[in-house]
């Protein structure tokens, strides 16, 4: 069996985006041993669309198509396809369905093209989007196999992982069973890190070792293949030991999805306690992040965004006397920010941002310069000075990150 | 004229790199109004290759082909379109010096594929390669005209920029100018701005017109080509003026790289106005969005974070039994939280959030609903009812967005 890619999109004709979408599926397709020859970018274009399609019949036998499946008049793969292959569309019921519910929500007009989103071809299984309206299809003929897929890669790549790939497993008649863990370290460079799992990743086989830049923190893949998941995970488990064990200051946890505010927010919760924030340079965005998980309620309340230094004095009561002799960007200042957030909110802790977020120096330190303090309940007060790397708004992620990484620390010690 | 991007090379099918060469390509091509109907992939395979070579010469004039050239025995993208056109190789004494001067320089053997990295083919210029050592080709032949591009983007691009944009332009005759101009919309979906505009999309020729989501703004650029940039802009102006009028309520300004909280905080520095927030669902998001700009500190010094109702109690002192009567999520909390923050900051501007992040319905109200108020000195406190869409960060960011239309349709009235 041979594959082809057929990105269908005006907009990568345009070089408006990267056509990464065709990367996802061709790994996943090397994965699977499946030759892939050719790929394709064709615009929104029936006639044009048809006659690559026709093309790719000739070299192919699986035909996997992204993009075209949105609410415009332009988007026509699915309707390109039927008519190619002399087939109707249908409703799908649960996505119309949602479709509706949706229109509900938003409580506006629909225009009728956006029910489109909800049609399958006759003879397809439907692979559902979790993530948007536009359903996928998957086809079986007598001569090929059809894979219709959005084009959003936030609706894509679950579609593919959760519904392709399984049926391409199938296919390809691969009994092995896949098994993959993502263990995740915050605070140290890609480069770095690889460096120090270079010999591991100099041998690698079964499992297989990879780094990833997630967000802000670094995942650490191992993949296994075997004939079974326990087997697989068995084959992993001890590599996932020396890897944790080399850089454990940098451990934040483990799981594809999961982030490191997802494992404070955990802690918090098993351990029932709570947490706020003084934010200066970051402004608010630690406590965003944390209410980002849902079910926060439990361990924040609400906390300062402190900007200005009279903001500091008027809401956390910090003198304006300490904040000239120490300057604004100090551990004086991190550390009173901490102490007085958590006592007002009367949290088990309490962090305090202040710092230089740039691109312009200030109180005459450089861009970069953050000073964070923890303070906790009945508990001496920690104060790191980070130098943080990157833009106005790296600088500020990166903050929060840190802040994220020093909490963290403090709680899976407890 | 007609142009079609071929890129060769295995890692590519094999999903191991992202095709990022073709969309640079693209960009240069679109600049020029020069259509693209198809962009292709194919391996390091003569014959594979020579097909593809075969099929585009078919559908267009302007062939480009990146990668391959390389110092391997797969890199054989020059050899084989000579070959296609049977036309000889030829070594270009420049590049084969600096071959001889690297080789010395490294100290090592040099196998002899690397003398391949001169070659160009018979009747061809010669594109220059900067930064590395195999040379692009630019042939004329009767029907067509065919680009050979190195396929590393780091050698490519200045390529590109350098020797194959100036041919471009000679080949378009491009005394052409290329004007566009971005018109950023907010509060409508991108289908219904769509069905707005659908009679000036139908018979869109100069200018041109096409819409994008950017972030929760939706973009509507309108792209024309003159003789000069006053022409183009003169063509652009009365479209421009047109699709302004038919969405101004949702009109948030101008430019591809602006955002609506760029214009909000212009619009309140160059008025010398002042705001805070008291956020519930968006727990400090959206003064961590104004923290963003450079600069915002002249028209932000802080505000609350308000996520529980205590702490709304505590800091706000909106009363308990005003929150157990009205439930947390209704105008009236709104209004007060954004009364009392204003108040307290001392600033023009107060804004108040609160609402229903989801994904569980809250007092009683389903997720997405969001009541923001927004206060302002000596005036009446504005409270409007949202129903958002989309899993509990998006309603989260949908209600900062909105948070910021409302702010930017007070000011600019004002």
Chains 1, 2 share one sequence.
């Not at 394709?40 to 992204?66: C, F, H, M, Y």
């Not at 944790?244 to 483990?254: A, I, P, Q, V």
Request: aromatic share 6%; hydrophobic share 45%; proline share 4%.
């Amino acid at each position: 069996m041979q594959a082809e890619i057929i990105a269908v999109g005006t907009e990568i004709l345009l070089g408006e985006i990267v056509n990464t979408n065709a990367q996802y599926v061709a790994k996943q397709l090397a994965r699977f041993g499946i030759p892939s020859f050719y790929q394709t970018v064709v615009g929104d274009n029936p006639q044009r669309l048809t006659e690559t399609i026709a093309l790719a019949e000739k070299r192919s036998q699986l035909i996997i198509l992204i993009g075209g499946l949105g609410p415009t008049p332009d988007d026509l793969t699915k309707q390109t396809l039927a008519a190619h292959l002399q087939k109707r569309l249908l409703a799908d019921q649960v996505a119309l369905e949602k479709l509706v519910t949706w229109q509900k929500q938003i409580k506006k007009e629909m225009p009728t093209n956006n029910l489109a989103q909800a049609d399958y071809i006759e003879g397809s299984e439907v692979l559902a989007n979790d993530v948007g309206l536009a359903i996928g299809c998957y086809l079986k003929t007598a001569d090929h196999v059809y894979v219709v897929l959005p084009g959003p890669p936030r609706e894509m790549l679950p579609m593919v992982d959760h519904q392709v790939v399984p049926r391409l497993a199938q296919l390809t008649g691969a009994k092995q069973v896949i098994v993959s863990k993502m263990l995740r370290f915050f605070g140290i460079g890609e480069s770095l890190l690889a460096d120090q799992l270079a010999d591991l990743i100099g041998q690698q086989r079964n499992p297989t070792i990879a780094t990833y830049l997630k967000g802000y923190e670094i995942g650490v893949r191992l993949t296994a293949y075997a004939t079974d998941a326990q087997t697989a995970e068995a084959i992993i488990a001890p590599l996932a030991q020396e890897v944790r064990d080399r850089l454990s200051d940098f451990y934040t946890g483990e799981g594809e999805e999961r982030t490191l505010v997802d494992e404070v927010v955990d802690l918090l919760k098993q351990r029932q306690l709570s947490v706020t924030a003084a934010e200066s340079l970051t402004a608010g965005l630690f406590q965003a992040k944390l209410a980002e998980i849902s079910g926060t309620s439990t361990v924040f309340s609400g906390g300062f965004v402190t900007y200005a230094d009279a903001v500091k004095t008027q809401l956390l009561g910090i003198p304006a006397k300490t904040i000239e002799r120490e300057t604004v960007v100090s551990a004086e200042v991190a550390r009173l920010m901490a102490e007085s957030s958590r006592k007002q909110i009367d949290t088990e802790f309490g962090l305090g941002f202040t710092g230089v977020a740039g691109p312009d120096e200030l109180a005459g330190q450089p861009a970069g310069t953050v000073f964070i303090a923890l303070a906790q309940r009945d508990d001496d007060t920690q104060v790191q000075l980070f130098h943080l790397a990157g833009q106005r708004n790296e600088v500020r992620e990166r903050a929060v990150a840190s802040g994220f990484k020093m909490l963290y620390d403090r709680l899976i010690k407890m």
